[in-house]
């Protein structure tokens, strides 16, 4: 069974930083993509950022370009997301997902993700 635990969550002021974790456990995800989204209250799911497990490659929003950094751990089976210059705008839950198949399609689009976590919130103070 796939599990998806994200941590690292919490209160920050703007211009600060935060790193959260996504633990992955239940198969092999090599030959996964591993993605970051967030929804703010009111709002859309929208994707953050996501890294090919083999790879390494990264893709990002522009919102977020130049800001965060997403990055794996492969000994640890984890996923992080470095998130700096905080912005209040950046405040929403985060969730970590799987895609089981990412060599089709757009790696910003949701419905690709086949595992979620259940999220981790992130509150930015101006």
């Known amino acids: 069974q796939v599990q998806l635990v994200e941590s690292g969550g919490g209160l920050v002021q703007a211009g600060g930083s935060l790193r959260l974790s996504c633990a992955a456990s239940?198969?092999?995800?090599?030959?996964?993509?591993m993605g970051w989204f967030r929804q703010a209250p009111g709002k859309e799911r929208e994707f953050v950022a996501t890294i090919r497990w083999s790879t390494g490659v990264t893709y990002y929003a522009d919102s977020v370009k130049g800001r965060f950094t997403i990055s794996r751990d492969n000994a640890k089976n984890t996923v992080y997301l470095q998130m700096n210059s905080l912005k209040p705008e950046d405040t929403a839950v985060y969730y970590c997902a799987a895609d089981s198949n990412p060599s089709f399609g757009s790696p910003s689009r949701a419905y690709k993700y086949d595992y979620w976590g259940q999220g981790t919130q992130v509150t930015v103070s101006s």
């Open positions: 239940g198969r092999t995800f090599n030959n996964y993509a």
